[in-house]
């Protein structure tokens, strides 16, 4: 490992597992190459493995001396990441590999999203199957495709192919809990048809509003933390400014996914040049506001204007520009309710992902998770709504049930009694508001008992995702010791 980035950081397999894995583009939809990698991977190891259509990998090993006849465990994962860059950077995730970097006691990607969501779950299972001196129960590595738009290879897979009873689920993000519950989730996709004219003003000013230096996120695990969502503070700026200015939008587009909390976002417009002041006015009036908003969140937004010298010849039409501008004001994102079972659990919310402009609509998608299915629905009921009042098409599409508390469960007293051997402390037994695959695996697979856990993951979905690396070690010897106990 001398040779390799993460050579020095760790005695650890996982590390050298997590750097090969990290050479090869894996972003969601394009999983080829990833999943090709890990049967030859198996295959090598003289495993079974099967490789579905979905590109789901699962892989069985035999239990070692002593637990032969153990009931088989399921380890499993996704394969997918979530693509994120800064903007200034060049990094095609089509074929780049991710470039590693360590800062003190943590794993960094240089501008980019580091794929430890969800490619430390792949590494942990690939350092399991390698190995030759863990005692364990027969062992089912699940991977699936797709996770991060849409559960894809969770929705596609063959039940008859999963044969484990004891599902552990290695896709959460903070050490020290065990989560036993998640959200539900849907995504939605409005469609506003857009009416394109000759520019309306003969003296006009096109110019570029915007929005940068938010944080971003997971919208599932930091929706709490009330980051500024670029599309929703665009919405409410356009809002403001169009009861001010006589304003045509040409194009406006923010966001990279659905489920990422989006950092940044342009619309370009046409004024009236005589406006040119008022305008700057208003953006200098407005960065004021949203700096002081979320000074705790957000400290780095920060909201400029760009002059364009080619003038546009096409716009929005009137009509068509306060429709667009209306629907995003007023189209739910963020916190919608609390859990009144948990506290300072988010029960249900909305996150506006992505905007892109199109050459007839604009085209606005949108996250939404709740623990409450009736919940769920009433976020979309009231999206769909808005779509009816701007005569805008609405689409749902990747619907996934929620994964609900189980009053028995022998995976997460075993998990309990180890880390409380472990650390002489309880782990802390929660619920988490992202969505987990374990909501599709209950529905589909009968008396599965499934836990999740995993090492401490920070900024998940952003260009500052991190990992700690003595956490990821930490989780190691207490899956180590887990499955020891799982005889």
């Keep these: 490992m001398n040779n390799r980035i ?5 005695k650890y397999e996982v590390f050298k597992y997590f750097e090969d894995i990290s050479k090869i583009p894996r972003g969601s939809g394009n999983e080829k190459a990833i999943s090709d990698y890990l049967v030859s991977f198996s295959k090598s190891l003289g495993l079974e493995v099967i490789q579905d259509e979905f590109l789901n990998v699962i892989i069985r090993k035999n239990g070692t001396v002593g637990y032969e006849n153990s009931p088989m465990i399921t380890i499993q994962g996704h394969i997918d990441m979530v693509c994120e860059k800064n903007g200034e950077i060049e990094h095609d995730f089509e074929k780049d590999p991710i470039k590693l970097r360590v800062d003190g006691d943590y794993i960094y990607a240089t501008n980019t999203t580091l794929g430890a969501d969800n490619g430390i779950a792949v ?3 690939m350092a399991l199957l390698a190995s030759k001196d863990l005692s364990h129960a027969p062992l089912e590595v699940f991977l699936t495709a797709e996770e991060e738009t849409g559960m894809g290879g969770a929705l596609g897979i063959d039940p008859k192919n999963i044969k484990g009873k004891t599902l552990i689920n290695i896709d959460s993000e903070e050490e020290g809990k065990l989560l036993v519950s998640c959200a539900g989730g849907v995504r939605t996709e409005v469609s506003i048809p857009i009416e394109r004219i000759d520019s309306p003003i003969s003296e006009a000013a096109d110019c570029v509003i915007k929005i940068r230096g938010l944080q971003g996120g997971h919208s599932g695990m930091d929706i709490d933390k009330e980051r500024g969502n670029a599309n ?7 809002n403001k400014l169009s009861r001010r200015l006589d304003i045509y939008l040409i194009d406006i587009n923010g966001g990279a996914k659905d489920n990422a909390i989006p950092r940044e976002c342009d619309a370009t417009i046409k004024i009236y040049s005589s ?8 953006v200098n009036m407005f960065n004021d506001i949203v700096k002081n908003e979320l000074a705790s969140s957000d400290k780095d937004i920060n909201i400029d204007l760009e002059m364009l010298d080619k003038k546009k010849s096409k716009c ?10 209306k629907f995003l004001y007023l189209m739910p994102n963020g916190i919608y309710s609390m859990s009144k079972n948990i506290e300072g659990l988010v029960q249900s919310s909305s996150n506006i992902g992505t905007i892109s402009t199109k050459e007839d609509h604009i085209v606005i998608r949108s996250a939404v998770r709740s623990s409450v299915e009736s919940l769920k629905s009433d976020i979309v009921d009231m999206t769909k709504a808005l779509a009816i009042l701007v005569g805008a098409n609405i689409s749902v599409e990747s619907d996934y049930p929620a994964w609900q508390y189980e009053k028995e469960s022998r995976a997460r007293d075993v998990f309990s009694n180890v880390y409380e051997k ?11 508001h992202a969505g987990l695959e374990c909501g599709l695996f209950k529905k589909k697979f009968e008396n599965v008992d499934m836990i999740s856990f995993g090492p401490d993951l920070h900024d998940v979905h952003t260009p500052n995702e991190h990992m700690n690396i003595k956490s990821v070690e930490r989780c190691w010897d207490y899956l180590v ?3 020891k106990e799982l005889k």
Excluded: H, Q
Excluded at 6 to 10: N, R, T
Excluded at 275 to 282: C, F, G, P, T
Excluded at 422 to 432: D, H, N, Q, R, W
């Design 316 to 325: 929005l039409s009137k009509s068509c520009t306060e429709k667009v501008i």
């Design 422 to 432: 472990m650390y002489g402390k309880k782990p802390e037994v929660t619920a988490i």
């Design 123 to 125: 590494a942990y299972a």
């Design 232 to 238: 929703k503070i665009m919405g409410r700026f356009l």
């Design 6 to 10: 993460l050579g020095k950081v760790s």
């Design 275 to 282: 406006s040119l002041e008022l305008l700057k006015d208003r």
């Design 481 to 483: 010791e887990v499955l």
